[in-house]
């Protein structure tokens, strides 16, 4: 009896555990700074404590159930995947449909949170990620073509739209651009780990760029990519919702992510490099967008 005592609220931790690693919220904390941190310079340096309270809320919940839908699809080729083999549902822990409910049900919740204590626009934008994440990225693109990142990489861009709608009320070009930043730095982001684990995505025969065309193109397409959007990353400066500091730093970081790229091209082993300062970009540029309202 005190054997089993003593073993249940373990047991029960680890379950609990295993339901919240659907969400993936290592991936949501970057998603939901990105939607926080536009929210300072788009209330002109003073958002609503609800407004922002509702998009951390409510962008965690819809992007965790999109995550939790995306673990119920792919859980066969996640079988296959020694990187993902171990995730609960393929591992046998827990039942898809429970990913699947739980996804549709933290969309729902997030919708109405969203709606009830931001606008309507912020709410129909992270439903409209989550569902861009869902069909158009997991169920149609991932699987069918290396372009799978370029155009499904749009679904990881919107909380800067979330966060730009809940506490501006509208969208407008800075915005935009700011949308255009994500979409330019996913693909050099999530190929650099592609190119780390192209041997899991060969087995499960998902056509990511490097199996497909090979780490040299994927590498000159991410210099690409990074150029654009150390490009794009200046807007604000010139809209007039950010100073010469954050120009400075924009440029700064994105000279780095150019620069780290292009080293990617001389061997395989800056990869983890780029992958690792592209986290860093995103979350120093955006940082520096959020206090660019108290700088000159």
């Known amino acids: 009896m005190n054997a089993i005592s003593a073993q249940s609220p373990t047991s029960a931790l680890s379950v609990a ?22 929210m300072i310079p788009a209330a002109h340096g003073h958002p609503q404590v609800a407004a922002v309270l509702a998009v951390l809320v409510g ?9 939790a839908i995306n673990c119920w699809f792919d859980r066969d080729i996640d079988a296959e995947m020694s990187r993902t083999r171990r995730r609960p549902v393929p591992g046998g822990r827990i039942p898809a449909w429970h990913a699947l409910a739980i996804g549709v049900a ?6 109405v949170v969203l709606w009830r204590w ?10 409209a990620g989550a569902l861009i994440y869902i069909f158009v ?16 990489g749009a679904a990881g861009a919107v ?3 979330v966060g730009w709608a809940a506490a501006a009320g509208t969208l407008d070009l800075t915005a935009l651009s700011l949308f255009a930043v994500i979409v330019f730095w996913t693909p050099p982001h999530f190929w650099a780990l592609a190119q780390v684990i192209k041997a899991d ?14 780490e040299r193109s994927a590498k000159r397409q991410s210099v690409l990519y990074a150029l654009l959007t150390g490009g794009v990353s200046m807007v604000p400066f010139f809209t007039g919702r950010a100073g010469s500091i954050y120009l400075a730093g924009a440029i700064v970081l994105g000279l780095g992510l150019v620069t780290i790229t292009v080293l990617d091209l001389a061997g395989r082993r800056w990869t983890r490099r780029v992958f690792t300062y592209s ?14 309202p108290f700088l000159p």
């Open 17 to 38: 555990r295993d339901y919240i690693s659907l969400l993936k919220l290592r991936i949501v904390v970057l998603l939901d700074a990105t939607a926080i941190g536009v």
């Open 59 to 67: 962008g965690t919940l819809a992007a965790g159930g999109a995550h």
């Open 106 to 111: 933290l969309n729902a919740l997030a919708f």
């Open 118 to 127: 931001a606008n309507a626009l912020a709410a129909a934008l992270a439903l």
């Open 137 to 152: 990225y997991t169920i149609w693109l991932k699987r069918s073509t290396p372009l799978n990142i370029v155009i499904g």
């Open 159 to 161: 909380p800067p739209l």
């Open 201 to 214: 995505y060969a087995r499960a025969r998902i056509p990511m760029l490097p199996v497909v065309s090979g």
């Open 279 to 292: 986290i860093v970009y995103v979350a120093l540029l955006f940082a520096l967008f959020a206090v660019s």
